[in-house]
């Protein structure tokens, strides 16, 4: 029995694993969106109106109303979950950035990098327990910043040791890994994604999860090169607008990134896996802000036909 009772089954993972086509599309951009941005939601409803829409997938965020780990009746949920999942068609990555979850009174802690680590360690764990129960394509999930009572080399350590320990949870699960570069974070860039992934051996499992936006908020090469810098790696991308220098998550249009290349370089990059659009402050309009993402994107992509 897996962390918080749910089991992972030997068929969990969707057809044509990591990056396939589980809802049988072919062809195209896989887009999705980011529960995280339907926090006024019961999650039930969340799915139905993100499939309504016309997204193939979605990026579920475990959180307080959305499939909290903790909560009791766990294995009961994930099931009902799967099921809705699989009768509305929704491909799914499982995201860990809650708020508050872990701690009432600090947004992401504890981390990697506190000295009570082990929290986060337990999260991450039934997050993969939970990813694959659901047949998710990735788990993704972060190093945090760094306290300021930790020094850069034991904070280095102990995000190392921690993303062996969840790698090796999730590759006896069968869940790929999306480790996420973050501004701000111990992990912000590619370049630090690669060190990482050099320290802890370059392991298969352990891939990326790239954010469009962050790629224009501090990456030194234009966005599509960044795709193309890290597709051998790439399972997991969510996508939003962004300005340089400015870590806000913004409506398409209203930043500075031009996605037709962009889109173009994940199709041409071989990329299969979601798209998920993350506005994770939106959720005061939600269904409104998702449709008008969809729509954008398919204007986007469609100028690369």
Same mark, same amino acid.
């Given at each position: 029995m897996s962390p918080g009772g749910t089991s992972a089954s030997p068929d969990a993972s969707p057809d044509g694993g990591p990056g396939g086509d589980p809802g049988g599309t072919g062809g195209g951009t896989r887009f999705g969106y980011g529960t995280n !941005?339907? *926090?006024n939601h019961r999650l039930a409803d969340a799915l139905r109106v993100i499939a309504d829409l016309g997204y193939q997938g979605v990026a579920l965020t475990l959180d307080h109303d959305h499939l909290d780990p903790y909560r009791e009746g766990l294995a009961r949920r994930v *099931? *009902?979950?799967?099921? @809705? %999942?699989?009768? %509305? !068609? @929704? !491909?799914?990555v499982v995201e860990t950035g809650a708020r508050y979850l872990l701690d009432p009174w600090h947004k992401h802690a504890p981390t990697l990098l506190h000295d009570e680590r082990e929290a986060r360690l337990d999260f991450l764990s039934r997050a993969v327990a939970v990813g694959a129960d659901l047949g998710a394509e990735a788990v993704s999930f972060w190093a945090g910043v760094r306290p300021e009572t930790v020094g850069e080399a034991t904070a280095w350590a102990r995000l190392v040791d921690g993303c062996a320990r969840v790698t090796e949870k999730a590759a006896a699960a069968g869940v790929p890994l999306g480790f996420e570069p973050e501004p701000g974070m111990l992990v912000e860039t590619i370049a630090d994604w690669r060190r990482l992934h050099a320290d802890l051996g370059e392991p298969a499992g352990f891939g990326i999860t790239l954010d469009i936006g962050h790629c224009r908020c501090l990456e030194p090469d234009p966005v599509p090169d960044c795709v193309r810098a890290v597709a051998p790696h790439l399972v997991n991308v969510q996508i939003d607008d962004m300005r340089r220098g400015v870590h806000e998550h913004l409506e398409f249009g209203e930043g500075e990134i031009d996605f037709p290349p962009v889109l173009r370089a994940l199709a041409g990059c071989g990329y299969r896996g979601l798209v998920a659009v993350e506005l994770p402050r939106h959720s005061h309009a939600a269904p409104q802000v998702a449709a008008r993402s969809l729509d954008f994107l398919r204007a986007a992509e469609g100028t690369n036909a």
């Open positions: !941005g339907f *926090a *099931a *009902a979950v799967s099921d @809705l %999942l699989r009768d %509305l !068609g @929704l !491909g799914v």
